[in-house]
């Protein structure tokens, strides 16, 4: 039977004709060159950026240094129609630059800074095109024809400042100044989610050889007093924060559940007759450390440039620790910059990028509180306001709902990345920041002696939980880092400062009592705390705040035993018993004033150098994925 003419034939693919000339680059003929026409074709049509990715993941860098001056073409070309300002070829050749540049610069040269110059300039030309291509993006983002435009050439600036950020390339950036035009563009702006790549591109531009020479646009952040742009800043700030906030919480929703049938029947014994939860689809990642590996997400590079403007301006700290909620369903950005520290130091173990990250934020948190005036206001009612905490492992914060004082939050989540990062292997940096941030807080509260309302026993349970910890690993410790002192002194000088200054801070006698309670609980781990740190008899400040802690200690056991020895006490004392025993102590308990114990040496960024060093890296690796994912 013959085939019926019907019969549907197959359809032919068609290929886009960007795609076609994409194919085009970077093959080896005779003739390499192309003709003007071809290349006002090439910026006239709507660029394929995953065709274009594709493509440039093809070529290998000894192919790219080959057809040299193809790549050179169509860089120069690129510049010429950006220049121009026409559309919508200024349009294609800013996103074709974008793929461009970042395809390019993330390959893996012999000799990067030659090769990348040789690629996309040559040797001779370099000055003039990288020259002309600088002025032509500042131009761009202060008066580029519309706003997303402006825009696109932001990505632009940030492609090569993140793939280039290990050559000379960046200079050129530093030498044609982008901070008055990146903040005219930020002014510009109606929505404040704009003021991301701005902020982001001034992070790593403020970061480059910042401890090599004096960074212009470090010079410039110092300067900055537009109030108003500031707070655009910021409330962009807020709103990264509170979408990387998003991607922890997708992962597993922690928000403390209220009361219902099934939690009430359980806590009766009657959890038998709970009606079964429906499994969560993520429930298999939930326990998973491969769930969290790789968060936060790469919009957390944006943290780099929050600790740049923190410790540069100060009408940057002042409007973050003051900035309200726009609305009422919004978050305040101290909030949601909090909320974010306490999801990453929660699961900082799982990777060292998280760890780095977190260690970040506490060298914010610790700039801001180093300033008197935002210290008072971050521990007073003024700075009243809800924060989420992250909940997603035991042992689980303690619930406390509404608003409170900054202050408050801070310290929870210096306690909460106390309990769940304790490990053989311990994240040493990140312990000295967290403990330095919780002995400055108590510094500051006891010197100006505000009463802070928190819950006082968990911090003394974490504080002395870490001591113990110390002390059973100490061996291990000190063979894992000669920093480890610079840890423990801040811990035992917070905890005596506590004991002989507490009064002046503490909002009611119980929490004094409590504190005096767990030190007698503790008193062995004390002792043998001074002997395996070789803390000898008055040799420092730590070896003095350790007696206090060991006398006090040592006096209620002795009160204890006396009391025991004429059978007025039993064994097993109740809590009610054991405060009346504390209390009646005081009247010949003797805690010594010592003098420096709510004394700190005030940051300075040259002792942070190292781990100032590689979150500019980590923040450069994660603008090129960013990059990658618009």
Not at 111 to 138: H, K, M, R, W
Not at 455 to 473: I, V
Request: hydrophobic content about 40%; charged content about 25%; proline content about 4%.
């Amino acid at each position: 039977m013959e085939a019926s003419p019907l019969t549907q034939q197959a359809r032919p693919s068609f290929q886009p004709k960007i795609s076609q000339l994409y194919g085009e680059l970077f093959v080896d003929e005779a003739d390499s060159t192309h003709p003007e026409g071809f290349w006002r074709e090439f910026f006239l049509l709507k660029p394929d950026r995953a065709s274009f990715q594709r493509r440039l993941e093809h070529v290998s860098p000894d192919e790219l240094l080959h057809f040299q001056y193809e790549s050179q073409q169509l860089f120069a070309y690129a510049i010429q129609s950006m220049a121009a300002g026409k559309a919508p070829s200024d349009e294609v050749a800013l996103d074709t630059l974008t793929v461009f540049l970042c395809g390019v610069l993330v390959k893996r040269f012999t000799n990067p800074s030659a090769d990348i110059i040789t690629v996309l300039a040559g040797l001779d030309e370099v000055d003039a095109v990288f020259s002309e291509f600088a002025n032509t993006v500042e131009r761009i983002i202060r008066t580029g024809r519309s706003l997303d435009i402006r825009k696109k050439a932001v990505e632009v600036a940030l492609a090569l400042t993140s793939g280039a950020y290990q050559t000379s390339l960046v200079s050129y950036f530093t030498h044609r100044d982008l901070f008055p035009a990146l903040m005219k563009y930020v002014q510009d702006s109606e929505h404040d989610n704009r003021a991301f790549e701005p902020f982001l591109l001034l992070g790593l531009l403020s970061n480059y050889h910042r401890f090599e020479y004096r960074n212009p646009y470090r010079l410039r952040l110092e300067d900055f007093v537009s109030e108003s742009t500031i707070q655009k800043i910021i409330r962009g700030l807020g709103d990264a924060c509170a979408a990387s906030r998003t991607k922890y919480v997708a992962m597993q929703e922690d928000l403390a559940e209220g009361w219902n049938i099934s939690n009430t029947l359980t806590y009766i014994g009657l959890g038998v007759l709970a009606p079964v939860k429906a499994i969560s689809p993520t429930s298999a990642k939930e326990d998973s450390k491969e769930a969290f590996a790789g968060l936060p997400g790469a919009e957390a590079a944006v943290l780099l440039a929050a600790y740049d403007f923190t410790s540069a301006n100060k009408l940057f700290c002042s409007n973050l620790v003051s900035s309200p909620a726009e609305v009422q369903q919004h978050e305040a950005t101290l909030s949601s910059f909090l909320s974010l520290t306490s999801y990453i130091l929660h699961h900082a173990y799982r990777s060292p990028r998280a760890g780095l990250y977190g260690l970040l934020n506490l060298l914010t948190l610790r700039i801001l509180i180093e300033d008197q005036v935002i210290c008072k206001r971050i521990c007073s009612d003024e700075s009243k306001l809800p924060v989420r905490l992250c909940r997603q492992r035991q042992p689980y914060l303690p619930a406390v709902g509404g608003a409170r004082p900054a202050a408050a939050h801070i310290l929870d989540i210096a306690c909460d990345m106390i309990n769940h990062n304790l490990h053989r292997r311990l994240d040493i940096d990140l312990y000295i920041a967290c403990v330095n941030l919780i002995h400055r807080l108590l510094c500051c509260i006891s010197q100006t002696k505000m009463r802070l309302t928190y819950h006082w026993s968990f911090l003394w349970q974490t504080l002395l939980a870490l001591l113990r910890f110390l002390t059973t690993y100490a061996s291990d410790l000190s063979n894992q880092s000669l920093d480890i002192h610079t840890l423990i002194s801040p811990l035992i000088r917070t905890i005596a400062l506590a004991v002989s200054a507490g009064n002046a801070f503490l909002t009611d006698p119980t929490a004094y009592d409590d504190l005096v309670y767990k030190l007698v609980e503790s008193g062995d781990f004390l002792a043998r705390f001074k002997v395996a740190y070789k803390m000898g008899p008055s040799s420092s400040e730590s070896a003095n705040a350790i007696d206090i802690l060991i006398n006090v200690s040592r006096h209620y056991r002795t009160i204890l035993e006396a009391e025991r020895g004429k059978g007025r006490m039993s064994k097993n004392l109740s809590p009610r018993e054991m405060s009346k025993v504390i209390r009646q102590g005081y009247e010949t308990l003797d805690v010594p004033a010592m003098e420096g114990l709510d004394s700190w040496q005030r940051y300075r960024e040259a002792d942070e150098r190292g781990v100032l060093k590689r979150a500019a890296r980590l923040a450069v690796e994660d603008t090129r994925r960013l990059l990658g994912d618009i």
